[in-house]
């Protein structure tokens, strides 16, 4: 499905990943971990095309997508959230949400200018999937709520919820369970878990480890820039070099 | 003031109100609705003045050869108008390295400011382009052959077609920012990397947003050049696009009307009463001040009322539950779906028993309308 092959990425000469590879198991919740500063997220940005490689290669689908950008990326399937939540702050939360919908009738200048019947029966198909997106994350009675006045846990489920919305079939996530209530990130957790047994494969970056033990199988676990280990939580446990590199370090 | 010099002058002020009301439009989409920061957005308006100056004037030969300018080509009416659009339009085509993925944000707007200022040293300093720091003068009204331009039934119809032109083009605008491109584009203004890597083309959409609004800005460039006759360096400066920003801040960035209440209020209402100030102090010293005027008045905007008098409208969809007191009630056994919400849903006679409290979403996904309607709450 998606695969990094050799993956590097320097700023200015200084290498934040080096020689990272890895396949992401179709239709698997995988998690990525490791200490900070380890290069997880800069990978999880060459994967989506957000930066650019160094070195290496992304396939995707059995295509070479390394050059390809992120928009294109994007468009086939291969979305990403960001560490740092990213709502359209003004927007409202429907707005949002409807802003990712793929392929919509009136989402050109043609289309707009053609007028509120040509694009309404596609926008109108774009609610009802919001409104059903919105009912699963419990937010309906924030959907004409500016995105940017909700709370930082509501900002995250808007934003994981948008990337449902693009209809990806694989899902980068950026930490987001982070300021998230415990009780909501493991709902989150299993809304996720369900996805996968749809089809979805998720690649989900995240230093709370009682969720990768829960959700999470495989796991890689990254430190300086490269793959220190791949498996799950319980085999990642007995790995010294794990443990010494990130479990208790 | 005699009676022709009022009407005159009252023709005048709609005029510039109409072709002020034109830039602030292409700028409000391009600023407001995109967030595309055009700080050369006055040379697209020149672009299209000078584009439709030559291309309505015969070759530079006649009247004596006092003039030095390209084409010349004598085109008759329509045709300057729509090559001014054109060439605003076109103009925006090498910009897009500027707004591209390398130069983004306010290194872009820095980018086009340092473009218009050169252009204009470029077009001051190079006579054989334009006519140098002169400008060109005698350029030819619309259908002056048939009609005369002096006359008081032509100004009037100028000054209706350019109204009109107005409002097609605002009626455009709307039908763009209202619709789920629009709203792309809004997205793109809040943040441009979430946009792209949610599938939309950051650099297609700014570069269509540099050419719509610079055809619009070289639009408004050709008509204003059909009716005072004459275009010069000095009157695009940079510091003129300043206005033009003042203008849609103040009215409301994001928002047309606003945009159009700022053209009215600024370049047209506040530059004009101006210049009913009495004389005083050393001269050009009212003129200075205008311009001080005009910076305090964007640092208190900005500071007071970022949004502007005429704020963006918040798109509320009336499926479901509003923010605020205004929250919508659903009636039991009507297929009306909303009671209480903005003035166009206006609540229908008869019994309106509220069914739920506060909270509680209206109707079921499949009773969603599609339709969108701006509420009176404003934007933050």
Redesign the interface.
Known sequence: MLEAVELTRHFNGVPAVAGVSFPLVNGRLTGLIGPNGAGKSTTLAMLAGTLPVSSGSIRYLGQDITAMPAYKRARRGLVRTFQLASEFKRLTVLENLLSAVPSQPGDSMRGALLGRRYWSAGEEQAIAEATTMLERFDLTKYANHYAGDLSGGQRRLVEIMRALMAAPTVLLLDEPMAGVHPHLAREIGHQLVALCEEGMTILMVEHELSIMDEFCDPVVVMAEGAVLAQGTMGELRNRSEVVEAYLVG | MGHNAAIFYIITLLVYGGVDALACLGLSIQFGVAGVTNFGFIIFQAAGAYAAGVLSMPGDSANGGFQSYIAGLDLPFPLPWIGAAVVGGLLALPFTLLVGKRLRGDFAAVGLLVAAVMANLLVTNYRPLFNGSAGLSLVPAPLQDSFDPQSTGYQWGYCGAVILLAALVYY?LH??TE??????L??M???D??????????LSLRL?MLV?GGAIAGLSGGILVGFINLWAPSGWGYAETVVLFAAVIIGGA?NHKGAILGAILVPLGFLEASRFIPPFGSPGLIPALQWVAIGLLIIGFIWFRPQGILP?K????I?????GPQRPERLPGSSTKVATLCRRCRVPPGPQPRLRGP???CF???R????FHPNTGT??
């Open positions: 455009l039908r763009l619709s789920p491109y629009g709203r792309t809004r997205a203004r809040d943040n990397v979430v946009a792209d890597s949610l599938g939309k083309n950051v269509s719509l994001g963006e918040r798109r509320v969809n499926g479901f539950v509003l923010p909270g509680v979403r079921a996904s499949t969603v309308s599609p339709r934007a933050r």
